[in-house]
């Protein structure tokens, strides 16, 4: 049922989207599809953008926490899987050239298997990388 709502979700915020930029011109069909494979996570991926729910009680660690996002987001090899290269990665359009929604569902479970510091540093940075371009979401529910 989540899944389900998370999609919906995805589909009313790219139809937004096009109806937003919709001119005489003929948008092209957006096609959304659920990537499956990653442990903690379930990946909604369209034309336009890709959503990352992350289950915070399936999180056992910081690393895993950043392998999801970057496998997620399909993020080079080359990410560096700290704060400072997911700012980075986040705010560049070079790197994702489609727009990203990342959520977090079961915060408290998060905070008590990473610790409330690092999860607070990591809600701290998709913030932060949000406010670069608040065409992308962050939401974190506890």
């Known amino acids: 049922m989540k899944k389900l709502m998370v999609l919906a979700s995805a589909l009313l915020v790219n139809l937004v989207a096009v109806q937003a930029n919709a001119g005489v011109y003929t948008v092209p069909v957006d096609q959304t599809v659920e990537r499956e494979g990653l442990l903690g996570a379930t990946v909604f991926e369209s034309n336009y953008k ?3 729910l992350i289950q915070g009680r399936e999180i056992k660690s910081l690393k ?8 997620g987001l399909r993020l080079p090899k080359s990410y560096g899987a700290n704060l400072d290269a997911l700012y980075d990665v ?3 359009p070079s790197v994702i050239s489609k727009n990203w929604d990342i959520t977090i569902i079961g915060g408290k479970d998060l905070v008590e298997n990473l610790g409330e510091v690092k999860v607070q540093a990591v809600i701290d940075t998709l913030n932060d990388a ?3 371009n608040p065409v992308n979401t962050f939401m974190y529910w506890l």
Not at 64 to 71: G, N, R, S, T
């Open 90 to 92: 986040l705010t560049d």
């Open 50 to 52: 890709i959503l990352v």
């Open 130 to 132: 949000q406010k670069e």
């Open 64 to 71: 895993q926490l950043h392998a999801v996002i970057a496998d």
